[in-house]
């Protein structure tokens, strides 16, 4: 069993959209999902520049109606960019196409981390990302647009899928650790390609602040929508005395 993975089943069934480049989904998926749960996970080719919502869907789409011959009882979308950079509009027109298209419930992982920021009450927010400042820019202000408190940033300045998965979760952490959390409550870790959601529980020890990651809150967002009580071990404070609040569907 792999390190941090919970013992108890549960026999859900989970299926996950990913970008083509994402290396680290299935990973994540394995060590912090649940026994028993069946997961699936599907790609779809995108370039590196953020890429208006309508323009992705039909892709999206196609992609679920394939997820669907699994029967999963949701579908998770887990590229951060792309759930955000339209704000909660953008976000739930991705969940109502794989709606329309399958009937099967889905929830973005930009929703996902709007509510995250929320159940922990954030109030000022740290964010950081492997990529640009350039890059990191659409989705901050995407962020802003949910609610999420973001009160400053940090860019690693990476420009390839290829450095972002070599990060090891002990050099995220030594990052993060380094930087200015003097005025802030808490830490989004953006990009779904990075191990990050490895590095939360190290993290939040080191800070004593809460820490978001964008799979650690997809995973979260999922486990509240189907209502299991997923308690991942080094899953982080978002997983810890959770009380399971409902929220509706994305296109509800």
């Known amino acids: 069993m792999p390190p941090g993975r919970p013992a108890a089943g549960s026999g859900a069934r989970v299926a996950v959209i990913v970008p083509a480049v994402n290396a680290v989904m299935e990973s994540d998926l394995a060590r912090f999902l649940p026994r028993g749960v069946d997961w699936r996970v599907a790609r779809w080719v995108t370039g590196k520049a953020h890429q208006r919502v309508p323009d992705i869907l039909p892709a999206v789409a196609g992609l679920a109606a394939g997820l669907a011959a699994g029967r999963p009882d949701i579908i998770g979308f887990g590229c951060t960019a792309a759930s955000v950079v339209g704000g909660p509009a953008g976000s739930r027109q991705i969940a109502e196409a794989i709606w329309q298209r399958t009937g099967i419930s889905a929830v973005t992982t930009g929703t996902a981390l709007a509510e995250a920021a929320g159940i922990l009450r954030l109030r000022r927010i740290l964010f950081c990302s492997p990529f640009d400042e350039d890059y990191d820019r659409p989705e901050v202000d995407g962020l802003k647009s949910f609610g999420v408190p ?5 860019s690693l300045g990476l ?44 993290l939040e020890a080191l800070l004593g602040k809460p820490v978001i990651s964008s799979n650690q809150a997809l995973v979260w967002a999922i486990a509240r929508r189907l209502g299991k009580p997923w308690r991942p071990a080094r899953g982080g404070s978002l997983f810890g005395g959770d009380p399971l609040l409902t929220f509706a569907d994305d296109h509800g």
């Open 150 to 154: 973001i009160a400053g940033s940090a």
């Open 159 to 202: 420009d390839s899928p290829a450095q972002c998965t070599a990060l090891t979760p002990a050099q995220i952490a030594r990052w993060v650790a380094g930087l200015d959390h003097s005025g802030v409550d808490g830490v989004i870790l953006s990009c779904a390609n990075i191990r990050a959601f490895e590095s939360v529980a190290a």
